[in-house]
């Protein structure tokens, strides 16, 4: 989809996992591919990984001809820092820029009804919805690129922004739990690759 950049943040120590997340294994490859596979294949312009632990053994996955990463030095400080790290770096001429976790495995699918959502309605922001409660990935018009920008660990991070434009989000639901998954533990990320045979 022309116009649209990605930043997908890689960055965290992956304490509560006790393993590098972006290096799982998921449906045959690292988590990390698999998110490059299913942005690419739902027409995702250009993807921004944000590294920051052991960034040196996961960079050499980076391999996808759509994705470049650069290193949040300061990412002990919280994913704020990794998701303004990796703003820095989006094409100015992007008109959207979609947010996601390198621990928030979508499919193709998933990404593509959410995008073509929001450019269909020409939206400012644009949610997925799983039986009513919100999920990812997020997706802003480049429009909010100054308020992404400054947000903060202490503000609510990405959240006060969704909140100040709360009246102008447009919610996709979405049939499927897999918009609300995020594997923060071992039983986490054991329980979902058992449940999407992954």
């Known amino acids: 989809m022309p116009g649209v950049s990605a ?7 992956s304490a509560r996992m006790g393993q590098p997340k972006p290096l ?28 920051g632990h052991r960034a040196e053994s996961v960079a050499r996955y980076v391999t996808d001809p759509s994705a470049r990463y ?17 703003l820095e770096q989006v094409d100015p001429s992007s008109e959207s820029i979609l947010l996601l976790g390198v621990d928030q495995p979508r499919t193709p699918e998933i990404i593509s009804k959410v995008l073509r ?3 269909e309605q020409d939206s400012l922001i644009t949610s997925p919805r799983y039986l009513g409660r919100g999920g990812h990935p997020l997706v802003f018009s480049s429009s909010l690129t100054e308020e ?7 503000g609510q991070g990405v959240r006060a922004v969704f909140q100040a434009h ?33």
């Open 166 to 198: 709360r009246d102008e989000v447009t919610e996709v639901e979405i049939d499927d739990p897999m918009v609300r998954l995020d594997l923060n533990t071992l039983d986490d990320y054991q329980e979902a690759k058992a449940f999407y045979g992954a």
């Open 24 to 51: 799982l294994s998921w449906r045959g490859v690292t988590l990390l591919e698999y998110q490059f596979s299913s942005l690419s294949a739902a027409g995702v312009s250009e993807i921004i990984v944000v590294l």
């Open 117 to 119: 959502a929001h450019a």
């Open 148 to 154: 992404l920008c400054s947000i903060t660990e202490e």
């Open 7 to 13: 930043v997908l943040t890689a960055a965290g120590e």
């Open 70 to 86: 650069v290193v949040n030095e300061a990412y002990r400080q919280g994913r704020t820092t990794s998701i303004k790290t990796g």
